[in-house]
């Protein structure tokens, strides 16, 4: 699907500060289809004010996820892949308007650090299996099993909003950007970093296989 036009800031602007920084990582792990979310054994790193600054500013802004098109043809694929998915997902979000606020987000949120939409959900399968409220033995939270030190490293310190919906997302997908970034755009060592196992294969074979579900 073509990159469509969103009401948001620029998407690559913000990251390309993110080389050189200090390595770091962020344990979010959990097993395909598991019950329990089971974080990474991460280890929280400092990073160079450059980069904290970077990703910082990639977090802030909290807009509504409101989609914008540049023609038509933008918006018809976007409600295509929009009722294709929400299909796939009516198991594991029953409600419809509930689950149409869930893939906008992750619409939104995804393309605005530059992810594709298919990855994003792909990890958050493999990560919370659509929990919103899951917890790690580690202490991640939420969709995308973000650290609580996140938000103080790069937000205000108020590891609660881990538990909002788009919160979540935006740390998430700017974390996921952030290591692609840093593993000069390696996917499969990015998403190891994300996990907290970098190099290893099981995490980063279950994310890239939990892709092509929701591939449209």
Same mark, same amino acid.
């Given at each position: 699907m073509k990159t469509d036009h969103l009401k948001m800031p620029g998407r690559r602007q913000v990251f390309k500060t993110l080389m050189? #920084? !200090?390595p770091s990582s962020a344990g979010l792990g959990v097993l395909l289809f598991q019950e329990h979310a089971w974080a990474g054994r991460q280890a929280e790193e400092p990073l160079i004010d450059s980069v904290r600054?970077?990703?910082s500013s990639a977090i802030a802004n909290h807009a509504p996820p409101i989609p914008e098109f540049s023609d038509t043809e933008a918006r018809l694929t976007y409600l295509r892949w929009l009722g294709a998915t929400s299909e796939?997902?009516?198991k594991k979000k029953a409600d419809f308007d509930t689950r149409k606020e869930f893939l906008q987000s992750v619409w939104y949120e995804s393309r605005r650090a530059g992810l594709d939409v298919s990855l #994003? !959900?792909?990890l958050i399968q493999v990560e919370s299996n659509f929990r919103k409220?899951?917890?790690s033995s580690a202490g991640a939270r939420g969709y995308m099993q973000v650290m609580p030190f996140w938000?103080?490293?790069i937000g205000d310190g108020d590891a609660g909003k881990l538990f909002h919906m788009q919160t979540n997302l935006r740390f998430g997908c700017v974390i996921l950007r952030h290591y692609l970034e840093r593993e000069n755009g390696n996917l499969f060592l990015a998403l190891g970093r994300y996990n907290g196992s970098?190099?290893?294969a099981p995490y980063p074979n279950a994310v890239l296989g939990a892709r092509r579900v929701w591939e449209v």
């Open positions: 050189g #920084v !200090l600054t970077a990703l796939r997902l009516k #994003v !959900l792909g409220y899951a917890v938000t103080r490293v970098r190099g290893q």
